[in-house]
Structure formats: C-alpha cells, structure tokens
C-alpha cells in the first residue's frame, strides 16, 4: 500500500486526486476559492490537505457545469444556504438554454422555409374612437412575454372590477421597444373600460385617442392542417370558452378543457395547466385525451 506524507499531498498529486490541473488549483489560490494548506516558505512549494479533496472535487464539477468562480465561491461558502443558491442558478441556466433552442427552432423553420413563398395577408383601415384604458407597464423578453402579459392583464382587471368599471373581453399590447430571445423589451398592456377609476398601485389610467388604424388578420400554424372556414370556426369556438371562462364561468372553464384535451390540433401531446384570476388551478393530460386530472384552489 502506497504511504502518504502526513504533512499533505502536493499540488500535482492532490490535482490528480482532485481531477484539476496544476493550472487550475494556482487559479483557485489565487481567487480565494482553494488555499493550499501549506506554503512552504522557502522553496514556495505548495501542500494540501486531504479534507480538502471534497471541496476541490465540487468545485471541479461546478466549474465543468460552466459555473462562473464568484458563483462557486457563493455556493460552497453560504453555509446551509448552498443548495438553494444552486437551485436558482441553475434554473437561470435552463432558462438561457431554452431560450437558445427557441432561437434554433425558430431559425431552423425560417431557413427550411426560404424559397417557399410568404402568406399573402389582407390590410384593412379601420377607424377606431377614442377610449378610457387602465394599463401597465412592465418588461418581457420572448420567453417571459405570455406570462408577463396575463399577470399584468390581471393586474388591470382586478383593478377595474373593484372599482365596477364595465369592462369587455377586449385588451391590447403596446409595444415600445423590439423582444427577442435575448433582449428584454419595455411593453404596455392596456384594458378598455367606462367608469370612473382611479390610478392604482401600478395601473395608470389614461384616454387613448380616436384613430385611424391598418389591420390584418393572421392565421397561425393551424393553417397548415385547417382550411381557413375551418380555422376560423375553431379559433372563434375556443376564444369564446377563454372569454367566458376567465370571466368566472366554471362550466365554459371545464368546456374549454375537454376541448383542449379531445382536439390534438390545439396542443396535442402534453400537459396543459390553467391558472385562473379566481385561484382555481385545472390539469389536463393530452396524452391520454382525458378530462381535468387535478383541480385546486390556490
């Protein structure tokens, strides 16, 4: 059996142990992030500790996740806090990777799709008069964009109705700057209403002005299995279950969710969870093309 010095291992014995380079473990001094347990002040030559292995290891498989040395730093260091710091940077991490296989999917349909010809869209002019909107400013990028919108919308009606302001189905999103999977973009979401209404938190109440407005109507990615009669005759069926359903219709709501579930054309293959204003939380597994699993209040 191989003897081991009782004053410690050296750096390359304790980097081959550890799986560091002798590169690596002199930036690790130098950080902070892995003292040698001992410098010997004559010849500089460095030793480590054998309870120091446990340490170097994690920091080795840190740094192969990408982890940035300050992060690590946080990690190892924060006490009985470590784990959660892990958790948060690593669902920073998923995030960012998401983000980066939408942008691939995203320009993988474009470039399957060069030569093919683009849709041909009707413009219409409409007027449009003028208005009272509450609404909200916040800030999304593509990834946050739909959830971002529907907590704000939320926001607005929740506002709205506590003061008994009239309010329809109807909202908008205006945009003030350009969101893309890696920026994050300034937009405003703006609910219609009559009734006297006072600012609130942060819903600012303002008159958006009659106007003159291009429009065209887009058909979506149903397009390519639907005849546009057909399309139409859908999108109109589920919009009024949404419209119902989130004005506190609990039968448009589990309506809404057998149609989810019995037609693959809306989203076929997976789970789909709704999350009401109301606080009621309804599951659908598509996969088996069944009725509301799990339904809870919040």
């Given at each position: 059996m191989r003897s081991i010095d009782l004053r410690g291992l050296t750096i390359g014995e304790f980097g081959r142990r550890a799986g560091l380079?002798?590169?690596?473990?002199?930036?690790?001094?130098?950080?902070?992030?892995?003292p040698p347990a001992e410098v010997d002040a004559a010849t500089g030559y460095r030793r480590y500790a054998l309870s120091q292995l446990e340490r170097a290891r994690r920091i080795s498989l840190l740094r192969r996740l990408d982890m940035p040395l300050a992060v690590v730093a946080e990690v190892l260091d924060d006490g009985g806090e470590g784990a959660t710091l892990l958790d948060h940077w690593w669902a920073g991490q998923e995030q960012a990777i998401q983000t980066r296989r939408n942008s691939v999917s995203w320009l993988r349909t474009?470039?399957?799709?060069d030569g093919a010809a683009e849709p041909a869209y009707e413009v219409h002019r409409r007027h449009v008069p003028g208005v009272k909107?509450?609404?909200?400013?916040?800030?999304?990028?593509?990834?946050?964009?739909?959830?971002?919108?529907q907590r704000a919308r939320w926001d607005v009606r929740?506002?709205?109705?506590?003061?008994?302001?009239?309010?329809?189905?109807?909202h908008w999103v205006v945009y003030h700057g350009f969101v893309t999977p890696e920026t994050v973009a300034p937009i405003e979401v703006c609910v219609p209403f009559t009734g006297a209404v006072e600012p609130d938190r942060n819903v600012a109440i303002r008159r958006?002005?009659?106007?003159?407005?291009?429009?065209?109507?887009?058909?979506?990615?149903?397009?390519?299995?639907?005849?546009?009669s057909e399309e139409l005759a859908l999108i109109d069926e589920v919009a009024a279950l949404v419209i119902a359903a989130d004005e506190g219709d609990d039968a448009a709501e589990r309506a809404l969710a057998a149609r989810y579930a019995a037609d693959a054309r809306l989203h076929p293959g997976r789970m789909v969870t709704s999350r009401s204003p109301r606080g009621v939380v309804l599951e659908v597994d598509l996969t088996r093309n069944s009725l509301p699993v799990a339904v809870r209040e919040l």
């Amino acid at each position: 059996m191989r003897s081991i010095d009782l004053r410690g291992l050296t750096i390359g014995e304790f980097g081959r142990r550890a799986g560091l380079t002798v590169k690596a473990l002199r930036l690790y001094e130098m950080s902070g992030l892995l003292p040698p347990a001992e410098v010997d002040a004559a010849t500089g030559y460095r030793r480590y500790a054998l309870s120091q292995l446990e340490r170097a290891r994690r920091i080795s498989l840190l740094r192969r996740l990408d982890m940035p040395l300050a992060v690590v730093a946080e990690v190892l260091d924060d006490g009985g806090e470590g784990a959660t710091l892990l958790d948060h940077w690593w669902a920073g991490q998923e995030q960012a990777i998401q983000t980066r296989r939408n942008s691939v999917s995203w320009l993988r349909t474009q470039l399957l799709a060069d030569g093919a010809a683009e849709p041909a869209y009707e413009v219409h002019r409409r007027h449009v008069p003028g208005v009272k909107v509450a609404s909200v400013h916040c800030e999304a990028d593509q990834q946050s964009l739909l959830d971002t919108i529907q907590r704000a919308r939320w926001d607005v009606r929740q506002v709205l109705e506590s003061a008994a302001a009239a309010t329809t189905a109807e909202h908008w999103v205006v945009y003030h700057g350009f969101v893309t999977p890696e920026t994050v973009a300034p937009i405003e979401v703006c609910v219609p209403f009559t009734g006297a209404v006072e600012p609130d938190r942060n819903v600012a109440i303002r008159r958006e002005p009659a106007h003159e407005q291009l429009y065209a109507t887009l058909f979506g990615a149903m397009a390519s299995t639907l005849g546009k009669s057909e399309e139409l005759a859908l999108i109109d069926e589920v919009a009024a279950l949404v419209i119902a359903a989130d004005e506190g219709d609990d039968a448009a709501e589990r309506a809404l969710a057998a149609r989810y579930a019995a037609d693959a054309r809306l989203h076929p293959g997976r789970m789909v969870t709704s999350r009401s204003p109301r606080g009621v939380v309804l599951e659908v597994d598509l996969t088996r093309n069944s009725l509301p699993v799990a339904v809870r209040e919040l």
